[in-house]
């Protein structure tokens, strides 16, 4: 969520869906990015905590892979 501002956009994130599945939002993540894409960023933000997204122009939805 804190990445929304920061790059233009509106990002939901579905915390019942993660929740449930037994993951969380709240671990924090440090990655070293050049040249990245934003989809590329975004996936390497939340790839590794099992979770995925799907964007529709500058709105973000965050769930469960």
């Not at 233009?8 to 440090?30: N, P």
């Not at 905590?49 to 122009?57: E, I, K, M």
């Amino acid at each position: 969520e804190s990445l929304g501002p920061k790059m233009g956009l509106e990002i939901h994130v579905d915390k019942e869906a993660i929740a449930a599945a037994g993951k969380t939002v709240e671990t924090k993540v440090k990655i070293d990015v050049k040249d990245a894409s934003e989809e590329d960023l975004l996936r390497g933000v939340l790839e590794p905590a099992g979770l995925s997204f799907s964007r529709r122009g500058n709105v973000v939805e965050v769930g469960v892979k």
